[in-house]
């Protein structure tokens, strides 16, 4: 049997909610091996979840030894860029492995030995559940110096890795709408993306590359999944699937999760995945707190927009005209007009046609702001984030006030 090895690199405060289910989904595929590098002391001991003591600061050592580059993330987030590259920077963890990947923990997995066969890692270099691109969230490479070594390939490597600004490098470079009706191989991207250097070498015949749909997001779908004993089912269809992926509900108001705990002994342990909930009592996802989260969130949301709007601080806006922001693949420029609002202009993807939109600003409390478009009625909630001694955010990002879209911005320069 073929040996394998899953990443994280999660560095934050404290775990999320849902990572007692991530949990149980790794240990349930006991042949399979998930190495977690954190700055966050582990709940509890899984025989198969390796916990790393580790840093942004030991991780941007690493990098810079290993890639022979200088490495110097400040954001998290901008991980996300360098997923590719941990079978060289942390190769020394998992060099026993036939395949490693990486992972994110906002999911749960199923049956994973189910999908990703023996047979399949006979075959295959690389294999994404995602058909058009190598999905952010589970992608498998064979440990072979070449295979770890593709995104040296790309003619940008050096611009991702030595910018502070996220570009989705580990995916298609935000292209997620065009690869739906495109080949990556055809798009105009602004960088050349690990989904354009697998489809590149899967053409030339120099890799074997797998990429068929498996995983379910709930972006697709809304209905009730049941995970039982390890495997994960379409609770009407009974299709079954590798993982549950919850990267657009987790932050819901309306998505309820219920505090885990051990199922026991020698009784079949069960619980159900829906957009509103994540838990054994399905008839749970109906009571009374998660009923009220939406009108609570709201109601809270409207005083600090009044806060806001009443006592704010007037805003001199941190931008310099003509430095534009990437936001997906659409690129934003700010324009100040007042100590209250600015003039935003968002690319359509047509040349030279551009959205017209003036936003208003309202201090709420340090880098966090209030914004609203008062000719569209758009109002949302924006956080800057600077660097030590810049003027100018590297990041904003900005959510809705029902918490039920969100968004990031990079500054393009840095």
């Known amino acids: 049997m073929k040996k394998i090895a899953f990443i994280n690199c999660f560095f934050g405060k404290a775990w999320p909610d849902y990572f007692d289910y991530f949990l149980k989904g790794c240990e349930y595929n006991p042949t399979i091996d998930f190495y977690i590098f954190t700055n966050i002391a582990p709940q509890y001991k899984i025989k198969n979840v390796h916990f790393i003591k580790f840093d942004l600061q030991k991780f941007n050592e690493m990098a810079t030894e290993k890639l022979k580059i200088p490495v110097n993330i400040k954001d998290a987030y901008k991980l996300c860029d360098f997923k590719s590259l941990y079978g060289v920077i942390l190769q020394e963890y998992i ?69 502070d600004r996220h570009f989705c490098f580990d995916e298609c470079n935000f ?21 354009f250097l697998l489809r590149k070498l899967e053409l030339s015949n120099k890799i074997k590359y797998f990429h068929v749909d498996m ?21 009407i269809t009974e299709k079954p699937y590798l993982l549950i992926h919850f990267i657009n509900i987790k932050g819901l ?10 199922t026991e ?12 909930f994540l838990g054994r009592d399905l008839k749970r996802k109906f009571n009374f707190q998660l009923f009220i989260n939406p009108y609570q969130r709201r109601i809270k949301n409207i005083i600090t927009k009044v806060k806001a709007i009443t006592f704010g601080k007037s ?49 709420i409390k340090g880098n966090h702001y209030f914004c609203w478009n008062k000719i569209d009625n758009i109002q949302y909630f ?26 990031t911005m990079y500054l393009l320069n840095k």
């Open 95 to 163: 060099s026993k492995y036939d395949f490693w990947g990486y992972c994110d923990v906002d999911l749960i997995f199923g049956n994973i030995r189910a999908f990703i066969t023996n047979e399949m890692l006979n075959q295959y270099d690389v294999i994404s559940p995602v058909d058009k691109y190598p999905a952010g969230f589970f992608t498998l490479y064979r440990n072979t110096p070449f295979i770890n070594k593709i995104f040296r390939l790309s003619k940008d490597f050096k611009k991702i890795v030595q910018s």
């Open 215 to 235: 995983a379910q997001e709930f972006l697709y779908s809304r209905n009730t999944h049941i995970w039982r004993d390890g495997n994960i089912y379409d609770f």
């Open 315 to 363: 805003f001199s806006f941190p931008f310099v005209e003509d430095s534009p922001y990437k936001s997906a693949n659409r690129e934003v420029f700010f324009y100040k007009k007042s100590d209250r609002s600015v003039i935003m202009l968002t690319s359509t993807g047509s040349i030279d046609n551009y959205i017209y939109n003036e936003i208003f600003l309202y201090q």
């Open 253 to 262: 108001p309306t998505f309820h999760i219920e505090k885990y705990t051990k």
């Open 265 to 276: 002994v020698n009784k079949t342990e069960v619980f159900y995945i829906s957009p509103q």
């Open 175 to 195: 292209e997620f709408n065009t690869v739906q009706t495109q080949d990556i191989q055809y798009i105009d991207s602004e960088i050349e993306s690990m989904a």
């Open 382 to 407: 924006a956080k800057f984030h600077y660097l030590k001694g810049d003027e100018k955010a590297y990041k904003i990002e900005i959510e809705d006030l029902k918490l039920t879209e969100k968004g």
